[in-house]
Protein backbone atom coordinates (compact mmCIF):
# COMPACT_ATOMS: atom_id res chain seq x y z
CA UNK A 1 0.00 0.00 0.00
CA UNK A 2 1.26 3.60 -0.26
CA UNK A 3 2.81 6.25 2.26
CA UNK A 4 1.31 9.37 2.43
CA UNK A 5 3.52 12.30 4.08
CA UNK A 6 2.15 15.85 4.56
CA UNK A 7 3.68 18.58 6.53
CA UNK A 8 3.42 20.48 8.17
CA UNK A 9 1.21 18.38 10.73
CA UNK A 10 0.14 21.63 12.07
CA UNK A 11 0.31 25.39 11.69
CA UNK A 12 -1.16 28.58 13.01
CA UNK A 13 -1.06 31.46 10.45
CA UNK A 14 -2.59 35.25 10.76
CA UNK A 15 -5.22 36.20 8.09
CA UNK A 16 -3.68 37.73 4.79
CA UNK A 17 -0.51 35.67 5.08
CA UNK A 18 0.34 33.25 2.47
CA UNK A 19 -0.02 29.34 2.58
CA UNK A 20 1.78 26.29 1.44
CA UNK A 21 0.92 22.86 2.51
CA UNK A 22 3.20 19.66 0.81
CA UNK A 23 2.11 15.74 0.74
CA UNK A 24 4.19 13.43 -0.81
CA UNK A 25 3.40 9.81 -1.75
CA UNK A 26 5.42 6.84 -1.41
CA UNK A 27 4.70 2.56 -2.66
CA UNK A 28 2.76 4.00 -6.24
CA UNK A 29 3.29 5.66 -9.55
CA UNK A 30 0.69 7.85 -11.78
CA UNK A 31 -1.94 7.83 -8.29
CA UNK A 32 -4.77 10.49 -8.24
CA UNK A 33 -4.09 12.60 -5.75
CA UNK A 34 -6.79 14.65 -3.71
CA UNK A 35 -6.75 17.22 -1.36
CA UNK A 36 -9.51 17.27 1.10
CA UNK A 37 -10.69 19.83 4.19
CA UNK A 38 -12.43 19.18 7.42
CA UNK A 39 -14.17 21.66 9.04
CA UNK A 40 -15.02 21.26 12.64
CA UNK A 41 -18.46 19.18 12.78
CA UNK A 42 -18.53 18.90 8.82
CA UNK A 43 -17.83 16.13 6.70
CA UNK A 44 -14.99 15.55 4.24
CA UNK A 45 -15.07 18.49 1.09
CA UNK A 46 -13.14 17.62 -1.91
CA UNK A 47 -10.93 20.70 -2.84
CA UNK A 48 -8.78 19.55 -5.63
CA UNK A 49 -7.55 16.37 -7.43
CA UNK A 50 -5.21 15.61 -10.10
CA UNK A 51 -4.95 12.42 -12.14
CA UNK A 52 -1.53 13.39 -13.48
CA UNK A 53 1.71 16.05 -13.16
CA UNK A 54 0.06 19.39 -14.31
CA UNK A 55 -3.44 18.51 -14.16
CA UNK A 56 -5.55 20.05 -11.36
CA UNK A 57 -9.09 19.78 -11.01
CA UNK A 58 -10.96 22.30 -8.67
CA UNK A 59 -13.71 21.37 -6.73
CA UNK A 60 -14.72 24.59 -5.03
CA UNK A 61 -14.24 28.04 -5.97
CA UNK A 62 -11.86 29.92 -3.66
CA UNK A 63 -8.73 31.38 -2.63
CA UNK A 64 -7.09 28.24 -2.69
CA UNK A 65 -5.08 26.68 -5.77
CA UNK A 66 -3.11 23.24 -5.91
CA UNK A 67 -0.44 22.29 -8.02
CA UNK A 68 1.34 18.47 -8.81
CA UNK A 69 5.45 19.57 -10.05
CA UNK A 70 6.43 16.09 -10.21
CA UNK A 71 4.21 12.64 -10.09
CA UNK A 72 3.86 11.78 -6.46
CA UNK A 73 4.12 15.35 -5.17
CA UNK A 74 0.93 17.38 -4.79
CA UNK A 75 0.81 20.74 -2.94
CA UNK A 76 -1.67 22.73 -2.15
CA UNK A 77 -1.81 26.79 -1.75
CA UNK A 78 -2.89 30.61 -1.09
CA UNK A 79 -1.31 34.03 -1.25
CA UNK A 80 -4.03 35.42 1.43
CA UNK A 81 -5.48 33.22 3.74
CA UNK A 82 -8.77 33.68 5.42
CA UNK A 83 -9.90 33.04 8.83
CA UNK A 84 -12.85 30.22 7.15
CA UNK A 85 -9.56 28.66 5.75
CA UNK A 86 -9.16 27.35 9.18
CA UNK A 87 -9.65 23.35 9.38
CA UNK A 88 -7.92 20.10 8.91
CA UNK A 89 -6.96 19.27 5.63
CA UNK A 90 -6.12 15.75 4.28
CA UNK A 91 -4.08 14.76 1.34
CA UNK A 92 -5.21 11.09 -0.27
CA UNK A 93 -3.65 9.20 -3.07
CA UNK A 94 -6.08 6.66 -4.96
CA UNK A 95 -4.54 4.09 -7.09
CA UNK A 96 -5.93 0.62 -8.56
CA UNK A 97 -9.40 1.54 -6.63
CA UNK A 98 -8.01 2.21 -3.41
CA UNK A 99 -7.74 5.67 -1.84
CA UNK A 100 -5.58 6.31 1.24
CA UNK A 101 -4.95 9.39 3.25
CA UNK A 102 -2.19 11.05 5.05
CA UNK A 103 -2.25 12.19 8.37
CA UNK A 104 -3.46 15.53 7.98
CA UNK A 105 -2.44 18.94 8.67
CA UNK A 106 -4.05 21.47 11.20
CA UNK A 107 -4.21 24.75 10.08
CA UNK A 108 -5.55 27.40 12.77
CA UNK A 109 -5.70 30.92 10.77
CA UNK A 110 -5.63 33.76 13.64
CA UNK B 1 -29.57 16.91 1.50
CA UNK B 2 -26.65 14.66 1.69
CA UNK B 3 -25.53 12.57 -1.42
CA UNK B 4 -24.14 9.95 0.89
CA UNK B 5 -26.01 9.54 4.19
CA UNK B 6 -24.45 7.83 7.40
CA UNK B 7 -26.78 6.36 10.21
CA UNK B 8 -26.86 7.01 13.01
CA UNK B 9 -24.93 10.24 13.72
CA UNK B 10 -23.39 8.86 16.78
CA UNK B 11 -23.62 5.48 18.94
CA UNK B 12 -23.11 5.07 22.35
CA UNK B 13 -22.40 1.10 22.78
CA UNK B 14 -21.28 -1.04 26.11
CA UNK B 15 -17.92 -2.68 25.14
CA UNK B 16 -18.60 -6.46 24.52
CA UNK B 17 -22.23 -5.58 22.75
CA UNK B 18 -22.51 -5.45 18.47
CA UNK B 19 -23.14 -2.68 16.36
CA UNK B 20 -24.11 -1.63 13.33
CA UNK B 21 -23.47 1.49 11.25
CA UNK B 22 -25.18 2.48 8.19
CA UNK B 23 -24.33 4.40 4.79
CA UNK B 24 -27.49 5.20 1.59
CA UNK B 25 -27.41 6.88 -1.02
CA UNK B 26 -30.27 7.19 -3.77
CA UNK B 27 -27.75 6.69 -6.62
CA UNK B 28 -25.59 3.49 -7.19
CA UNK B 29 -22.19 3.59 -5.32
CA UNK B 30 -19.72 2.33 -7.84
CA UNK B 31 -17.29 1.65 -4.92
CA UNK B 32 -17.90 2.16 -1.32
CA UNK B 33 -15.24 2.51 1.20
CA UNK B 34 -15.41 2.67 5.04
CA UNK B 35 -12.77 4.42 6.81
CA UNK B 36 -12.03 5.29 10.45
CA UNK B 37 -11.05 8.80 12.23
CA UNK B 38 -9.71 8.96 15.18
CA UNK B 39 -9.79 12.92 16.55
CA UNK B 40 -6.95 14.90 14.92
CA UNK B 41 -5.59 11.96 13.04
CA UNK B 42 -6.16 10.91 9.20
CA UNK B 43 -8.30 8.01 7.77
CA UNK B 44 -7.54 4.69 8.18
CA UNK B 45 -8.91 2.44 4.86
CA UNK B 46 -11.05 -0.56 6.69
CA UNK B 47 -12.25 -1.63 3.05
CA UNK B 48 -13.71 -1.32 -0.15
CA UNK B 49 -16.66 -3.18 -2.02
CA UNK B 50 -17.64 -3.01 -5.57
CA UNK B 51 -19.87 -5.61 -6.73
CA UNK B 52 -23.30 -5.98 -5.29
CA UNK B 53 -24.20 -8.54 -2.65
CA UNK B 54 -20.33 -8.20 -2.02
CA UNK B 55 -19.45 -8.91 1.94
CA UNK B 56 -15.89 -8.39 3.44
CA UNK B 57 -14.76 -8.98 7.01
CA UNK B 58 -11.30 -7.64 8.50
CA UNK B 59 -10.95 -8.82 12.46
CA UNK B 60 -14.46 -8.27 14.21
CA UNK B 61 -15.48 -5.83 11.34
CA UNK B 62 -17.95 -6.72 9.06
CA UNK B 63 -19.25 -5.17 5.83
CA UNK B 64 -21.47 -5.62 3.34
CA UNK B 65 -22.86 -3.84 0.05
CA UNK B 66 -26.50 -4.59 -0.74
CA UNK B 67 -27.29 -6.00 -4.17
CA UNK B 68 -29.20 -2.61 -5.61
CA UNK B 69 -25.74 -0.75 -4.52
CA UNK B 70 -27.67 1.89 -3.01
CA UNK B 71 -26.73 0.87 0.98
CA UNK B 72 -23.66 -0.14 3.04
CA UNK B 73 -23.75 -1.46 6.40
CA UNK B 74 -20.52 -1.77 9.05
CA UNK B 75 -21.20 -4.46 11.69
CA UNK B 76 -18.72 -4.46 14.72
CA UNK B 77 -18.71 -7.67 16.80
CA UNK B 78 -18.46 -7.67 20.33
CA UNK B 79 -17.30 -4.00 20.46
CA UNK B 80 -13.39 -2.66 22.08
CA UNK B 81 -12.25 0.31 23.33
CA UNK B 82 -9.83 0.15 20.08
CA UNK B 83 -13.05 0.60 18.11
CA UNK B 84 -13.98 4.01 19.44
CA UNK B 85 -13.48 6.38 16.84
CA UNK B 86 -15.34 8.13 13.41
CA UNK B 87 -16.16 6.20 11.13
CA UNK B 88 -16.77 7.49 7.60
CA UNK B 89 -18.30 6.05 4.61
CA UNK B 90 -17.20 7.27 0.88
CA UNK B 91 -18.44 6.57 -2.99
CA UNK B 92 -18.40 7.03 -5.91
CA UNK B 93 -21.44 8.24 -7.33
CA UNK B 94 -21.13 7.57 -10.87
CA UNK B 95 -19.40 4.55 -13.25
CA UNK B 96 -15.73 5.56 -13.31
CA UNK B 97 -15.88 9.19 -11.03
CA UNK B 98 -12.39 9.20 -10.12
CA UNK B 99 -13.96 11.82 -7.15
CA UNK B 100 -15.46 10.16 -3.94
CA UNK B 101 -18.35 11.56 -1.74
CA UNK B 102 -17.94 11.31 1.78
CA UNK B 103 -21.02 10.86 4.59
CA UNK B 104 -21.11 13.38 7.61
CA UNK B 105 -19.50 9.69 9.81
CA UNK B 106 -20.72 8.31 12.70
CA UNK B 107 -19.21 8.98 16.13
CA UNK B 108 -18.61 5.60 17.73
CA UNK B 109 -18.55 5.60 21.46
CA UNK B 110 -17.50 2.39 23.41
CA UNK B 111 -18.69 2.30 27.08
CA UNK B 112 -17.07 0.22 29.74
Known amino acids: SQTIHQWPATLVQPVGSPLSLECTVE??????LYWYRQAAGRGLQLLFYSVGIGQISSEVPQNLSASRPQDRQFILSSKKLLLSDSGFYLCACRHSYEQYFGPGTRLTVT | SQELEQSPQSLIVQEGKNLTINCTSSKTLYGLYWYKQKYGEGLIFLMM?????EEKSHEKITAKLDEKKQQSSLHITASQPSHAGIYLC????????????FGTGTRLTIIP
Open chain 2, 49 to 53: LQKGG
Open chain 2, 90 to 101: GAALGFGNEKLT
Open chain 1, 27 to 32: GTSNPN
